[in-house]
């Protein structure tokens, strides 16, 4: 077999597992990245003055269905048992998420139990006219109705994508059960926890292996990718081509951190459904933890809106504009030499870590087999439209 250089350019989860695929099969491996750390944006770090872990880039809970992913991390981390139990502040009351029994019944005033809120719910609230939804309000009024769906919803949603619910994919919000029990785990996955020292030391460990080199504090550029067989990139897709066709929409966030000598809210994640709550909810990071024990408290306030040319990326936002100016930015990709994009910023998708570690395995896999064969790696090992 040919032993290759190849050059993986950020070393988030896609980077560290194509590269710790190639390496583990005798290829020489550079990652770099721009910033100062590992990891992408589930970087974690141990918050010096409470030692709390600090999930930097907001809260990033590890769920999957997917048992050989799970090995996988599993296999550079011990994970430690973590139920994500998210409750939500609307209307003056704090409710629990995702909308189940205990939600419905609070709401609502009433004792219900499971049967008769599935029957209320559906004859007496949910939209039934509505046969096909298409869009997330759509999804919401034929499944919730309009009294949970305003309460919930609609406000956060706003807050989060800086549009109606009317013009976003029911695809968001099918991210989300609707539950006629009290069960309160907002996942319905098999497999859920966190890594206990943290997402950034698993990550370390996953890129520790004597073929791989980690360059951080590294801007990418093309003139880069000279000298090795293929480049691996995981950064944003429009900015490999310098922006050239416009700006791909992404929503970013900002943080508002603050400390607080006690428990400030008791839970990791409070949502705000209402409009007139600037943010969309805070994290309480020590509860993300919750085998640690901190006197003290790091907390973050979410805000999210449009990103600039100069703001992290966060969520692809995929209407029809961003979808059209995709087509034009695969087309170039399809002719761009010897580069292969991955990730959610290089597919520009809305990806969950468990699909971005699937993915990093099964492109490694398909570029190791065609590496064996001669074959001319991919723009894409995976569906971008
Ligand atoms: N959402 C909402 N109210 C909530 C929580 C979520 O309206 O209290 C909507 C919102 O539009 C969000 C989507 O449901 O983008 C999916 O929620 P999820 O918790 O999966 O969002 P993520 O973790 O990706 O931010």
Known sequence: MKVGRYLVVGAGLSGAVIGRELAENGHGITVMDSRNHVAGNCHTERDRDTGVMVHVYGPHIFHTDDSEVWQYVNRFSNFLPYKNRVKTTAKG?????????????????????????????????????????QSFEEQAMRFVGRDLYETFFEGYTIKQWGCHPSELPASILKRLPLRFNYDDNYFFHKYQGMPENGYTKM????????????????????SMGAGYDHVFYSGPLDGYFGYELGQ???????????????DYQGCAVMNYGDKSVPYT?????????????????VCYREFSRAASLDDIPYYPIRQVKEKSLLGKYVELAMRAHNVTFVGRL???????????????LDTGKQVLMQIAKREKLKPFYVSVL
């Not at 990550?203 to 093309?222: A, G, K, S, W």
């Not at 909810?281 to 408290?297: D, N």
């Open 93 to 133: 009351q704090v409710f629990s998420l995702p909308v189940n029994l205990h939600t419905i019944n609070q709401f609502f005033g009433k004792t219900m139990r499971p049967d008769e809120a599935h029957a209320f719910i559906t004859q007496e609230q949910a939209d039934t006219s509505i046969v096909d939804p």
């Open 203 to 222: 990550v370390e460990d996953i890129l520790d292996h004597p073929l791989i080199t980690v360059t951080l504090n590294t801007p990418f550029d093309r």
């Open 248 to 262: 791909l929409g992404y929503r970013t966030l900002d943080f508002d951190r603050f400390t607080y000598s006690g």
């Open 281 to 297: 909810r805070i994290t309480e990071h020590k509860y993300l933890a919750p085998w640690e024990s901190h006197a003290s408290s």
């Open 346 to 360: 290089g597919t520009y998708r809305y990806l969950d870590m468990d699909v971005t570690i699937r993915e990093g």
